[in-house]
């Protein structure tokens, strides 16, 4: 006999009628279980239509999530977290009246949501200890691996290999079109992250297409199966504390743009507590319904 759960899919990071990065959540009641086999049998049931499976059980004292691609159980989904926990607290009064949620993941612990629905419509979550790893590859080299020229390569900002969840080399370019346009051979870019010990490639322009945003990025995740991530946790995490480093940022609330120019752009809130980066945003469900399983 199948067992029913309560089941959404929610794109994380969305802004107007952006389309996010989408999670499929799997809420479990009080007394409802489900095996590692079912968890993962579910999450590749979803294989091509979201990255990740969110499975969330939520007790009298904490909330517990844990994550499934269809390949395995992962350790941590940025977006993933922002997506469920966004719904999770805005559809629950007495989460929603609370400022700070204490969650409990699978694999990474204790960690801390901070609930600013009301005020920004979004949710934060503090970011992994920074590992600030440099790196001695050139500009020139780099151009060439994303097909663009080392013109386009902002000449004043450095290059930066920072790890904030995955190892994220983080390039500055000259303005806003070079970034957007920009299109990269998806092998060459895979085979170049595997050469040098990079999960993924931040890109980012000073200049913006709104005025309220302090940087636009886009992400490269080649190593992951697909050449670009709609909108990014981990990626803009590592962003944040590079702006750190190199004073580009104060650590106050901001907004990053995320995306190509094939897309309206997705919205990214940055904050810090103690110099701690908080990364989060808004999300929007897109499907409510149940799940047999």
Not at 199 to 209: K, M, P, Q, R, Y
């Amino acid at each position: 006999m199948s067992k029913v759960y309560k089941y959404k899919k929610i794109d994380a990071f969305t802004a107007g009628k952006s389309l996010g990065n989408p999670a499929a959540c799997l809420y479990l009641s009080l007394g409802q279980e489900l095996t590692e086999e079912e968890m993962l049998e579910v999450a590749k049931q979803h294989k091509g239509y979201v990255s990740e499976m969110v499975y969330c059980k939520k007790d009298p004292d904490t909330i517990h999530l844990t994550y499934y691609s269809s390949e395995c159980e992962v350790d941590f989904c940025g977006h993933g977290t922002i997506a469920c926990t966004y719904s999770l607290i805005k559809d629950t009064p007495d989460l929603l009246a609370q400022k700070e949620i204490q969650i409990q993941t699978n694999r990474k612990g204790n960690l801390v949501v901070y609930n600013r629905i009301l005020e920004q419509d979004a949710v934060l979550i503090t970011a992994p200890v920074p590992n600030y790893l440099g790196t001695e590859l050139t500009k020139e080299k780099i151009a060439e691996t994303l097909d663009t020229t080392v013109d386009a390569i902002d000449g004043e900002l450095p290059v930066d290999l920072v790890d904030a969840g995955l190892r994220t080399l983080i390039v500055p370019m000259r303005d806003l079109a070079n970034e957007v346009s920009l299109f990269p051979d998806r092998k060459k870019l895979e085979t170049f992250c595997i050469e040098n010990g990079i999960d993924i490639i931040l890109i980012f322009s000073s200049e913006v297409a709104k005025t309220d945003h302090i940087a636009h990025t886009r992400v490269f995740a080649p190593k992951f199966g697909y050449l670009e991530d709609p909108a990014t946790g981990s990626g803009n995490s590592a962003f944040g504390y590079y702006m750190l480093k190199y004073q580009l940022w104060d650590g106050g609330d901001c907004c990053l743009e995320q995306g190509g120019n094939d897309r309206v752009f997705n919205d990214i809130y940055l904050s810090s507590i103690d110099g701690a980066v908080l990364f989060g945003g808004s999300a929007t469900v897109r499907t409510d319904g149940v799940y047999y399983v």
